[in-house]
């Protein structure tokens, strides 16, 4: 998720004390704004009280995500999490002192987000830790699941779906944007002596790790990225499929993750357009393309479910 500021450097005063959940709801608004990503341009489609919402699950998801990412020389990302639990722990029960679990509390409570969905995104992080290496796509699906899928049930919540297979939508969806970065950053991934995918794959196509880690692109390389590509565009007709069969008043709440999922399917389009070559300068879509895209989404949203 990139960059993020460690919970050691947070602010948990306000002006004249303890931070107000005015005070904790724009720092998790800045930081999603900050951020430039592909969220961002979906959630400003969002009516207010759904958009602080994301901004803080966002802010939440991008957080813990730096403590292990962009842990500094001589930090203890273990603690930090052990941190993170403790502070969620409070978000539902106690007093949080984080700016993002102050928001977080509020939001969690008011739209019933089981707590159970943040302790699986932060067991899933946790996982990059100690593990480098998949052996087999059923291995890596519970990384996604617990990083990505988890995420988008999250969302539901905020989105104020009613069906039960809204579910389905949200785990397809979240484990095809993970691929999908999964494939984006294989170069910066490696750089950090991870390669997430499955060493399975790795074998069936003739391509060793130590390739990958050396940023080798090859015709076995192609042909490993084809195949990957496509097991994404899977994981996006099954949420595609999944949102089709949902009650008019479900697929328009989902208006948002629609506008995600045309973000991110057009980034998957660009990582095969350029031949898979996302060894060079990292495949994205300039602001006024991700523009573009929601409006369009939107748009077409609008005009469907009048």
């Given amino acids: 998720m990139g960059p993020g500021i460690s919970p050691c450097s947070m602010p948990t005063l306000g002006n004249?004390?303890?931070?107000?959940?005015?005070?904790?709801q724009a720092y998790c608004t800045a930081v999603t704004k900050r951020s430039g990503s592909n969220f961002y341009y979906s959630f400003l489609f969002l009516p207010r009280a759904r958009r602080e919402a994301m901004d803080t699950i966002y802010a939440f998801c991008r957080e813990v995500d730096s403590v292990?990412?962009?842990?500094?020389?001589?930090?203890?990302?273990?603690?930090?999490?052990?941190?993170?639990?403790a502070e969620l722990a409070a978000a539902y029960h106690g007093i949080p002192t984080?700016?993002?679990?102050?928001?977080?509390?509020?939001?969690?409570?008011?739209?019933?987000?089981?707590?159970?969905?943040?302790?699986?995104?932060?067991?899933?992080?946790?996982?990059?830790l100690t593990i480098t290496r998949y052996r087999t796509f059923e291995d890596l699906y519970r990384y996604c699941y617990r990083v990505a899928s988890v995420v988008g049930l999250i969302c539901l919540k905020i989105f104020g779906t009613h069906s039960s297979h809204a579910s389905d939508y949200a785990v397809?969806?979240?484990?095809?944007?993970?691929?999908?970065?999964?494939?984006?950053?294989l170069a910066t991934d490696a750089d950090r002596g991870r390669i997430y995918l499955p060493q399975e794959d790795?074998?069936?196509?003739?391509?060793?790790?130590?390739?990958?880690?050396?940023?080798?692109?090859?015709p076995a390389f192609i042909a490993l990225m084809r195949f990957e590509c496509a097991r994404?565009?899977?994981?996006?007709?099954?949420?595609?499929?999944?949102?089709?069969?949902?009650?008019?008043?479900?697929?328009?709440?989902l208006t948002v993750a629609e506008i995600m999922r045309g973000l991110y399917e057009?980034?998957?389009?660009?990582?095969?357009?350029?031949?898979?070559?996302?060894?060079?300068?990292?495949i994205s879509l300039t602001p006024p393309?991700?523009?573009?895209?929601?409006?369009?989404?939107?748009?077409?949203?609008?005009?469907?479910?009048?």
Avoid: C
């Fill in 266 to 282: 057009r980034i998957l389009r660009r990582i095969e357009e350029s031949n898979y070559r996302v060894f060079g300068p990292r």
């Fill in 172 to 185: 397809n969806l979240g484990l095809a944007f993970q691929l999908t970065n999964i494939l984006r950053d």
């Fill in 68 to 85: 292990v990412d962009d842990a500094p020389p001589g930090s203890d990302p273990h603690e930090q999490l052990r941190q993170w639990r």
């Fill in 289 to 306: 393309y991700r523009l573009a895209i929601a409006a369009g989404v939107w748009l077409r949203s609008l005009l469907s479910y009048k």
């Fill in 202 to 218: 790795l074998a069936r196509f003739g391509y060793r790790e130590e390739e990958l880690l050396r940023r080798t692109y090859s």
């Fill in 98 to 128: 984080y700016p993002v679990t102050i928001s977080l509390g509020k939001h969690a409570r008011r739209l019933e987000i089981p707590q159970e969905y943040f302790e699986d995104l932060i067991s899933g992080v946790e996982m990059d």
């Fill in 232 to 253: 994404a565009r899977e994981f996006y007709q099954k949420a595609r499929q999944a949102v089709e069969a949902l009650p008019a008043a479900d697929r328009r709440a």
């Fill in 16 to 24: 004249d004390g303890p931070m107000t959940l005015a005070e904790a």
